[in-house]
C-alpha cells in the first residue's frame, strides 16, 4: 500500500514520492532540475512557424460550430493566430490577467506527480518542440501544437482553469490509494476527449479533439460514437483507446457541471471501492447512463484505424 502523505494544502513545494509509489520510468534530461521545467522556450524558425500556422489555419476552418464557445474565444483572447508558434511569456501574461494561468515549457512527458504539481500550481507544462511536416498528421508524444492550440485556449474560462487546479490536487490522493488509472480516465474522457453541451448542440472542449481535423468531426456529428453525460465514478471505470477514435463520448451540462461532479466528490471513498482494472469496456453502454445518442459503433465495428474505415 502506498504510503503518501495528504497533500499540503499550499501545493508550494514538490513533495518527495514515496518509493512504493509507482511512476512511469521516465529518464529526466540532465539538464533540468526536479520540476523538469526547461530554462528557457524553444527558438523556432521560419519554417516551424509556418507548421504551426498551417496547423491552426487547418484546424480553424473544422472548429467553427464544433468546438465549444469558450474554446473559440479563447483563441481569440490568446491571439494564437498572430503567426508562428506562440511565445509562452506572452501567453502567460495574458492568460494570468484572465485566469492566474502560466504555460511552462517542458521537454516530453513527465512524472505524473510533478505534472499534478504543476497544476495545482496552476501552471500548465507544454511541449517544447513542434512536429515536423512528416508527423502533420499524427505524433504519440504531445508537441507545442497539441500543448497550447488545444488545451491553453479552454485556461482563458474560471471555472475550467479552477477544474484543472483542482484535478492537479486530486492526483495526490489518485497515487496515495494506487488509483492513478482510474483518474487517467477522467481525465482523458474530460480534458482530452470532453464534450459539452450548448443549446441542442454538443461541442467539443477537449484538446484531443480539437487538435486534429478528423475527430471534431467524429466526436461531434458522426453516428458511430455513443454520447452518454458525464459522470464522474462511471467514467473512472471506463477503459479507453489511445490510438484511435473514441467508441464513446461524455458529455457535460456545463463546466459548472464539471467543476461540482469533481470537487463535490468524496474521492477517498472513491477510490477505497474502486478495483484496480477497468469494469466497462470502451463502448459499453450501462442501466446509469443518461444517454445523448447512442452510437452505431459502425467505425468500430468495420475496424477502425488501420482499416480503412471510414469515420463515419
Ligand atoms: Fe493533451
Sequence with gaps: ????????????ALPEMPADVFTAPLQKPAHLGDDWLEPKQAEYGPDQDAIWDDLFNRQMSVLPGRAATAFMEGTEKLDLGRGGVPDFGRISEELDKLTGWSVVPVPMLIPDHVFFWHLANRRFPAGNFIRTRETFDYIQEPDVFHDVFG????LTDPTYADYMQEYGRAGWKA????????????????VEFGLIMEGDDVRAYGAGILSGPTEVVFATEAKSPNRI????????????????????YFVIESFDDLFRQTVE????????????????????????????????QEYLLRGGRGSGAEAV
Design 1 to 12: 500500500m502506498a504510503t503518501l502523505t495528504e497533500p499540503k494544502s499550499d501545493f508550494s
Design 265 to 296: 466528490r468524496d474521492f477517498d471513498r472513491l477510490y477505497t471501492n474502486l478495483p484496480p482494472a477497468f469494469t466497462y469496456a470502451n463502448s459499453a453502454i450501462i442501466d446509469v447512463d443518461y444517454v445523448v445518442s447512442r452510437g452505431t
Design 175 to 190: 497515487m496515495k490509494y494506487n488509483r492513478l488509472k482510474a483518474l487517467g480516465a477522467l481525465y482523458w474522457y474530460t
Design 151 to 154: 488545451h491553453v485556449p479552454m
Design 229 to 248: 453525460m458525464l459522470n464522474v465514478d462511471r467514467v473512472m471505470r471506463t477503459d479507453y483507446v489511445i490510438s484511435d477514435l473514441q467508441p464513446t
